[in-house]
């Protein structure tokens, strides 16, 4: 059987997914606390950088993966309107339940699915049928085959929609040591302290370790069928977003 990183172990390839799983489902409830506290609040920036370079306007259709608790769904969704349409999918039940009811609770009642995005259940995109976007936050370096879910999301996209991949990457070299420091002795402390699970934060920070680096990403969008990839490095390159341009 093939097999694959899970973090720094290796395991098989059927295996990935349902370790995912558990990692998501353990810290669904505490997921947004988490990301406040271990981004000092960043990650909100981020998300409305990756939002106002998105451009969503009136009428468009959007598909977020990976999407979680919905908080690229929600900027999305406003911005579309009642003439347009965000899907919110994730392949966690608990993290979608958790998006779902907090995007209800702010009146938005968007359409759900629980979906690997491997296998997208959306038809190919054409001229007048398809996803003007798709956007996938912190979601893609957890996928078993990220080849193939790039795929997917190039498939269902119309020709010249555009892909939105934001991801911790590669930080600055003078950041390297401090960014060690706090991904596997800060992180895995606070998963402990506030959401009661210091190994699924470890696994977290080690995921990042094992993400491509930025050239490596753009060239894998590239194959996949974007015809045109930029890169925006921020926070001195602990994050990435990518945008791709479908052929």
């Not at 000092?40 to 598909?63: C, E, I, N, S, Y």
């Not at 003078?174 to 800060?186: A, E, I, N, V």
Request: aromatic residues 8%; charged residues 20%.
């Amino acid at each position: 059987m093939a097999q694959t990183h899970f973090g720094y172990q290796t395991v098989d390839e059927a295996d990935k997914a349902s370790r995912v799983r558990g990692v998501f489902d353990s810290v669904a409830t505490r997921y947004d606390v988490m990301n406040d506290v271990l981004s000092f609040g960043l990650h909100r920036a981020w998300k409305a950088f990756t939002v106002a370079v998105a451009d969503v306007r009136p009428g468009m259709q959007v598909l977020d993966i990976a999407g979680g608790t919905g908080d690229l769904a929600r900027a999305f969704a406003r911005r579309a309107g009642p003439s347009g349409r965000v899907v919110l999918t994730d392949i966690n039940q608990a993290m979608l339940a958790v998006g779902r009811d907090r995007l209800l609770d702010e009146g938005l009642a968007l359409p759900t699915a629980v979906c690997d995005a491997e296998h997208l259940p959306f038809p190919t995109g054409m001229a007048t049928a398809g996803f003007d976007l798709v956007s996938v936050a912190f979601g893609l370096r957890n996928m078993t085959h990220k080849e193939a879910a790039l795929a997917e999301m190039a498939r269902v996209l119309k020709p010249g929609g555009r892909l939105l991949v934001l991801e911790f990457s590669k930080p600055a070299p003078l950041l390297q040591k401090p960014y060690d420091w706090y991904s596997f002795g800060f992180m895995p402390l606070m998963g402990k302290l506030v959401a009661g699970d210091a190994d699924s934060y470890r696994y977290l920070a080690e995921s990042i370790r094992m993400h491509p680096d930025p050239a490596t990403l753009k060239a894998m969008m590239v194959t996949a069928g974007f015809g045109h990839v930029d890169v925006h490095r921020l926070a001195g390159g602990i994050v990435a977003l990518h945008v791709g341009i479908k052929c």
